[in-house]
């Protein structure tokens, strides 16, 4: 058994544990909510029962935190294009290797590889077995190593190590990531589908405007006019028709309020301005039924009875409310017929203060005979919501946050359009949406840039599809239309971001690429379905976040850069002193260290570099746009074609440019090979300045304040310098003098003026991939052809 006002015909939800399911007597608070269905309730001396039919998945809320925690499977707009260029880059090495040991073995085995003595390492029928088996493992060995150095295993440690950086920095921004991929999607992220109430505004609600009796109160709480009888409608229908509490502290404090912004405002004013004495109301009065606030017919219901008899009282959106109405109560208290001319003076009063921003809301009632209130199954009983008599109607503000109408431009010149979901009236919304900066005052202010979720939603598939680009603000909507538009824009190839707080918000938060819940007024199943959850619900949150998404993409493109550099150069060097002379200038544990340098402690270097404010002046990346872009190939092919014609001259001519005549061919051949592998490295390690700053001359600015950075280059130097030092008969290399150590950090930083000198050569619009599609279609096409023939 459970008091009577723990059950639903107070007008409270109950709620039971799994610890009440073991038969045993519980006592409930009445505002907590069921995750259960229940029928039969029943009410005798004071307590009630009620009959539990269904649990967990089979429940709403069960079925929905069920459909909430399926995976989609959908991989994000970064996966998609790292998938590609991890498998270019590593069909790319397996060719390579495959080259390169064919070439190798053929050489080797006929005769045409040479030590550096000039004796043929491999002649048939008179070198050894052993021998002849070690020589082919030596080419075994490097076509492995190049295969090692080219195939991108560092890729996924540079995202997972970029976004767990983002991540934890995103937490000092206020923003909570639950799902780690959802960093990097919110930097492609092309609109944003946001809330308007606690989002762009402050959530903090107040009553600055009321019209009653047929006239409008100035001030809002000179309630001297209305007569005795009306006012006890009012306070009658405020104190019961609510979900918020009253709490009055005994030592005569102020009064605590409790509820949703909307119910605190006018509980608050009910309190304070006409003189609510919230408990004894509602002891003068009995609740029969609840209708609760419905998001679709956007009002809420209660039956009360009183000594006065059945009255049946509506609060909810005022336009809504007043379509209902037959009657309007006047100025003595006597139902006056609501005639047209009254019709147009509310309907003028609502629009104009939707259009001053306020959240209209209108009170109306009506009586019932308590003999149609039905005896049994008055649960099931729909209350009449038809043939009202309005009471009144409040306007209540509802103001802007601070900086959110910078932080909405800061989307529009980053190229993020910010979309209004609300369900407040259109005009209200219009307002709220100009006051922001997502309407523009000079543009259309008309449909389909501004419409109403009904309207929308009656729309077929094909129509919503066609206007869901223009939809600036939608009003009247309720989850359901969020949800319609985010699959439209999707339809569009948009990559869509939704805020949202309720419970009816999870399906629209989960079916977006990025959900983003609000922290402090968001339920539970809204955070549940979420990506990111914003912990202070406030708008430039969201654009910070956006701001940490770019820098994700960014830090991840600057990484690939410079990996691809290292790729091409190292894999054009083998190859060609592979085919030419049958030996590789970068041997195995050389390219292994390499691959260290530019895999693990790259990555880390550049996963950590900070967002700039450039970020925010760019377009944002859409869903097939190419991760390489053509300022990063032309980055790549400068630096990479300098490294290549460097050291593949010093390959072929180096014992004469180095000046090694006179040291023995065995030693020679390993200073020559010590000194590029060397220069190499070094090359690397400046280069990875330049790969900071893919599109900016100056490469160096904001460099120390990345200690993380500054410290992998200093490390990755110092270890290079212990290995041509100290462990050069674990590398096979010998030690360098400080001319050719000089030489070696000199053709290093050739490459900052040479990158600088670089990002003037114009790159084209059009994506470098591009021009291979025709080829690729048309060959598609013509094995298509050729399997129907």
């Not at 009360?304 to 007043?322: N, P, R």
């Not at 691959?595 to 880390?604: E, F, S, V, Y």
């Not at 003098?737 to 950090?745: A, I, K, P, T």
């Amino acid at each position: 058994m459970v008091p009577a006002d723990g059950i639903l015909i107070s007008g409270h939800s109950l709620a039971i544990d799994e610890s009440s399911m073991t038969g045993e007597s519980k006592t409930v608070h009445k505002d907590q909510k069921a995750p259960f269905l229940m029928s039969g309730c029943k009410v005798a001396d004071g307590y009630g029962s009620m009959l539990v039919t269904g649990v967990g998945i089979n429940t709403e809320w069960g079925q929905l935190m069920a459909n909430l925690s399926e995976d989609n499977g959908e991989e994000t707009p970064l996966q998609v294009r790292l998938n590609g260029v991890a498998t270019f880059i590593g069909m790319v090495g397996l060719s390579v290797a495959g080259v390169v040991l064919g070439v190798l073995a053929i050489r080797y085995f006929t005769g045409h590889t040479k030590n550096p003595d000039g004796t043929v390492q491999f002649r048939a029928g008179t070198t050894g077995l052993k021998q002849g088996f070690m020589g082919a493992i030596r080419i075994l060995t490097i076509a492995v190593t190049i295969v090692v150095v080219a195939v991108p295993e560092g890729l996924p440690l540079a995202v997972t190590l970029t976004l767990a950086y983002s991540m934890r920095k995103m937490m000092l921004d206020k923003a909570l990531v639950r799902r780690l991929s959802s960093c990097e999607t919110m930097g492609s992220a092309t609109t944003i589908c946001s809330d308007k109430t606690g989002t762009l505004t402050l959530n903090k609600m107040t009553v600055v405007e009321a019209h009653f009796i047929g006239t409008r109160l100035d001030p809002c709480d000179d309630v001297r006019a209305i007569s005795s009888s009306s006012a006890a409608l009012l306070i009658e229908g405020i104190a019961q028709n609510t979900t918020g509490t009253v709490f009055l502290p005994e030592d005569g404090g102020a009064a605590d309020v409790t509820g949703s912004p909307t119910e605190k405002a006018i509980l608050s004013w009910g309190l304070k301005q006409i003189g609510m004495d919230f408990n004894d109301v509602r002891s003068k009065s009995s609740v029969l039924h609840v209708f609760p606030f419905n998001s679709e017919k956007k009002r809420g219901g209660v039956a009360v009875q009183s000594d006065t008899g059945v009255h049946i009282h509506w609060k909810g959106a005022a336009e809504l409310v007043l379509s209902s109405c037959k009657s309007w109560l006047s100025l003595d208290g006597s139902v006056q017929p609501m005639g047209a001319q009254k019709r147009n003076e509310y309907k003028k009063s609502i629009e104009d203060m939707a259009k001053s921003s306020l959240r209209c809301v209108a009170f109306a009632y009506c009586q019932c005979d308590i003999e149609k209130i039905p005896k049994e199954d008055i649960a099931d009983w729909k209350l009449p919501e038809e043939d009202l008599t309005l009471l009144g109607i409040v306007g209540i503000k509802d103001p802007c946050r601070p900086g959110v109408r910078s932080a909405v431009q800061l989307c529009k010149n980053a190229g993020v359009k910010v979309r209004m979901v609300t369900g407040d009236n259109i005009e209200t919304a219009k307002a709220i949406a100009l006051e922001c900066g997502i309407l523009d005052a000079n543009g259309v202010i008309s449909e389909p840039f501004v419409i109403e979720g009904k309207a929308f939603r009656e729309m077929s598939e094909i129509a919503r599809g066609e206007i869901a680009d223009k939809i600036t603000v939608m009003g009247r909507s309720s989850p359901n239309d969020k949800l319609l538009l985010v699959q439209a824009l999707k339809r569009k190839g948009h990559v869509v971001a939704v805020t949202g707080d309720g419970t009816n918000d999870a399906p629209a938060l989960h079916e977006a690429d990025i959900g983003l819940a609000m922290g402090m007024s968001g339920t539970e199943v809204a955070k549940e379905s979420s990506d990111i959850i914003i912990l202070d619900d406030d708008f430039t949150s969201v654009v910070k976040v956006v701001r940490w998404g770019r820098s994700v993409y960014a830090n991840i493109q600057k990484f690939i850069q410079f990996q691809l550099t290292v790729n091409v150069a190292a894999l054009v060097i083998n190859v060609i002193a592979a085919v030419s002379s049958g030996d590789v200038p970068l041997n195995a544990v050389e390219l292994l260290w390499v691959n260290l340098i530019m895999d693990t402690l790259g990555a880390l270097a550049l996963a950590t570099e900070p967002p700039t404010d450039n970020l925010m002046k760019r377009q944002p990346v859409g869903r097939r746009e190419p991760l390489v872009t053509n300022i990063m190939w032309r980055n790549l092919f400068v630096q990479a074609i300098y490294q290549i014609a460097i050291l593949l001259i010093f390959n072929f001519s180096g014992k004469k440019i180095l000046r090694l005549q006179n040291e023995s061919p065995d030693n020679a051949e390993k200073m020559k090979n010590t000194f590029i592998f060397n220069t190499f490295v070094f090359c690397q390690i400046f280069n990875e300045f330049n790969a900071r700053k893919p599109e900016e001359r100056n490469v160096f600015k904001g460099v120390t304040k990345n200690h993380l950075f500054m410290g992998i280059v200093c490390v990755t130097t110092v270890f290079q310098i212990l290995i041509v030092e100290f462990l050069g008969k674990f590398f096979k290399i010998v030690r360098l003098n400080w001319s050719l150590w000089l030489v070696s950090v000199a053709i290093g930083v050739v490459s900052w003026p040479l990158a600088y000198l670089g990002k003037f050569i114009p790159v084209p619009v059009r994506p470098l991939q591009a021009y291979f599609k025709p080829c690729w279609k048309s060959s598609r096409r013509d094995e298509e052809e050729g399997r129907q023939g």
